[in-house]
């Protein structure tokens, strides 16, 4: 979100400001990139909070449970792991099917 260089997000802006800039927007261009690094000003802080910080209080350590692979859980396992591993390895097809489903339900009410 904060359009750091190597992530995702800085070619995304970098493009939408590029093509507002062309076509003569250049007011909300500026706009733009300052609340950009107003925004980068909290996440930087944010991650220095995080990581850079001394805790004022040490936490107790908890073990957490929640997550295990019970006979309830194991079908939305299996469910969850099949649509990722379609969707990673057959991309284009997982998303063709989507689609057709979209549209179908669209235009059923």
Do not use: H
Request: hydrophobic residues 55%; glycine residues 6%.
């Amino acid at each position: 979100m904060a359009g750091v260089p190597p992530a995702a997000g800085f070619f995304g802006k970098y493009f939408l400001f590029w093509q507002a800039y062309e076509r003569g927007l250049t007011f909300l261009v500026i706009i733009g990139l300052l609340t950009s690094l107003i925004s980068m000003y909290y996440y930087l802080k944010l991650i220095k909070l995080i990581w850079f910080s001394v805790p004022a209080f040490s936490a107790p350590s908890v073990l957490l449970t929640t997550c295990s692979l019970e006979s309830g859980n194991s079908s939305l396992w299996a469910l969850i792991l099949l649509f990722l591993y379609l969707f990673i390895f057959f991309t284009s097809t997982t998303l063709d099917i989507f689609d057709k489903l979209c549209v179908s339900l669209y235009f059923i009410s």
